[in-house]
Each structure stands twice: as structure tokens, then as C-alpha cells.
């Protein structure tokens, strides 16, 4: 068997996220899958680095999978491409060492949210940003954001009430800047949990506008209550960026 | 009566192009002449800088448009962009002089095609480029469009057969460049006939693969003859950048 990593690039707006949810399958996970199937004759298991979100895009998503195909990498790529829909592209295709698992190994991620915020809307990345006109205070941004940095038990900002497993996570970074009209808010951390980076993001917009006031910050980390955050932002702005192992 | 001038953009995916056609009416003249006409209560003529064709998106279109009304520019700006379709923009409303005619006055277009050429297609911009996997020769291309730089009669390049007016142009420049897999073909003229652009792309793409010997443009030019060109490049991947006055 080899282990092969992929490397995924996807706009997430038709899909029901990456995870594959049985047989009404419009997921990115299955539409890999039944490629990968129909390729190699096997019944092929991919492994994202982790699940996106319905409506949630991917400039680098990682996936690794095991096969006895004699292809080669090459070919890999050109047959994954040439039967996908064009809303997903495999953009290499690597042998992996044997025991690489793509979410079991990722040690950071990096996710970028994207506010279309200009006087006027733009029209051709229209389906990859949210559209707001509030107006944003990213001193107040950037002072929030300083609060969540490090490590902390996220719990306020996940969307699974069922969740058993630690919420304890660790944010290495979030950048904010504003161009042209474009607030864009950088998230690099060792994981995220369900919703958390829309949280944040809702949390941070909440700061921008005045209904949440950055200096609260620690408090909303210690409530431990989902309740005490802000909203969750839609998904369309939200993109993977970058994987690191 | 006031004379406006309006900046427009649009992604012209699912438009049959610019100019208006009766009832059956799915154009961006037609939406934007709706709105107008809802917006004064009288009834709008708007005149575009020129008609883009199906499928042919724009940065920068310019129109204009004569009304009584007494809404300032930007009371104007926000109504058209409340009731337009997100995939048209109005950028900016202006005051023009009385005698502004978007088409009769304007000076000079820059058109941009822009082929997808790298090893994978890009999913975010699929849309917005021409995709292709051929080897391109650039410097064959490049002496192929020196020879369609001034003044010519470009009637090879015109797919309007029943033509009457003159088919003389002026192409000031053509800017041929490679970055990153994407070929980008500008093109700066004083005035473009019926698919001269894309016969021009498709001409140049034949140049690039070698289909077309680039000391051979002249007689293509000389033999008047839509025949003597190369193809009609698709319209997804043309876009009017610019008009100047």
C-alpha cells in the first residue's frame, strides 16, 4: 500500500462541506472518493486535515489516502482532475511517508476571513467574501484578538454543546488588516473547533461595531458558554488556507 | 434634464451580453434601463460605451443616461446597486456634461483576455479566464501582434459579415505577459468591431501553438477576409478593463 497526500483547492458554495454524510452525498470527501474509487477498483478512505463547513472554501486543503494503484503520481493528478467537478481541483498529488495521517499530523492551520466592506460590492469575489457595510473599529479588533492568543479552553467559542473532548486549543496568530475596502482577518492555530473560526470572526466584527467591547474578551473565555460570544459569521467568507506539518 | 455617467461592473456568466433585445430581455442594458425606470418613473435610455458580447464581463463599463429626476449621485448610486442583481455593479454615478455620450465620445478601450495555462485549473477565477493546456510561444505571439499594432482595416477580424461602416481601427497596444500558468493578452484600440478581440486572442493563440506563422499577420490583415484569421476565442475569458474619454 502507498500513502498518497493531496493537496485540494475547492469553492465551497455547492457543497454540503467536506465530510462525507453517507449516501445523499454532495460532499468534497465524497466526490474524492468516488474517484478515487473509480480509479483504483478499491474502496478507497481519504482523510482531510479536517472537515470544512458547508459553504466553506479551500485554497490548500490536505488529504492523504492508501492504495495498491501502480500509478503514478502524475497520473494520479491528471485522472483526479479530469473526473472531478471543476469547483474542486487536486493541485499535487505526493507519496507520503506510511504513517503520515493528514489530520492526525497537522500541527497548524491557517484560515482567512474575508469582509467586503467597500462602498459598492465587488462582483467577481462575490461568492468568497460576506458582504457588510458596518463600519469597523480594528483598534478594538486588534486588541480582542490580542486576548485570544495562546492557549485557552475555546469552549465559548464552539458550536458542538455535545462536545466531550478538550476545547482546549492554541492560537498562534490573528492578523487584521484593511485594503480597498477589504477588512481581512488571518487565523493561524494547532486546531479549530465546530464553528470556531466563524465565532471568532463574529466575536471580532461584534468588537468592531461596539457591541462587544475588546476588554470583555477574557471574560467571554472564561464563561465557557457558548452564549457569551459572539455570532457565528456566515461561511461563504471563510477559506483554508494553509495546512503545515 | 441631467446627463449621468455611470462606472459598471459586471460578471456576464449568465447575461446574453450588453445591449438590450426586446422583451426577451436578459441583458445588462435591459437591468439597468429596469431599475432607471422604476427609479424616475420615466422612461430611460441608457447608451453604453459599447456593447459587450454574451458571456463578456467588464471592470469598467461606462454608461450614460439622461433623466429629470432629482436624486443626487449617490441617493442614484444606492438605489440601482439595492435593486440591481448582485452580478452588476453600479462603481460610480457622476454629473456629465450635457453633451457626455459614452460611445460617441469615447477615446480609447482596454479589453484583457486572460487563459488559465497552468498544470491545474484555478477554482476561484474558473469563471473569468478561458482554460487551455496548449504550449504557448510568446515571442512568436509577440512579433504577431506588432504587425496588428496602428492603423489597419481590420476587417479579417470582424465577424459581422453584412458590415456596412469602415472596418479601419487603431490598436495602440497589445501587452502579451506570463505569470504563475496565467497568459494575459491586453488590448488598448480606439474601437473594436463585432468579436475583433476575441478573433485577435484567437488569432494570437494560433500564433502560439505554431497553427499561424506570425510574418504571415499582414496578409491576414490585407486579405479582408474573415477566413484568413484564427478563431473566436470563447467569451468567458474576456474582460472590458477600461474605457477612456
Known sequence: MTNFRLNIEYDGSRFSGWQKQGNTDNTIQGKLENVLNKMTGEDIEI?????????????????????????????????????????????SVEIAAPRFHARLNACSKHYRYTIDNGRVANVFMRKYMTRSTDTYNLDAMKKAADFLIGEHDFKSFCDNKRMKKSTV???????????????????????????????????????????????????????????????????????????TY
Not at 458547508?54 to 479530469?82: C, P, R, W
Open 47 to 91: 482523510h482531510g486535515s479536517g472537515r470544512t463547513d458547508a459553504g466553506v472554501h479551500a485554497l490548500g486543503q490536505v488529504a492523504n489516502f492508501k492504495s495498491n494503484t501502480n500509478m503514478n503520481t502524475d497520473e494520479i493528478l491528471d485522472y483526479l482532475n479530469e473526473y472531478l467537478p471543476l469547483d474542486i481541483r487536486v493541485k
Open 169 to 243: 486549543r492554541t492560537i498562534e496568530k490573528i492578523d487584521i488588516s484593511y485594503n480597498d475596502g477589504i477588512l481581512t482577518m488571518d487565523f493561524y492555530g494547532n486546531g479549530f473547533l465546530y464553528h470556531m473560526v466563524r465565532i471568532l470572526t463574529g466575536t471580532l466584527l461584534n468588537v468592531g461595531t461596539g457591541k462587544i467591547n475588546p476588554d470583555d474578551i477574557p471574560d467571554i473565555i472564561d464563561a465557557k458558554s457558548r452564549e457569551a460570544a459572539g455570532f457565528t459569521a456566515p461561511p461563504q467568507g471563510l477559506m483554508l488556507v494553509e495546512v
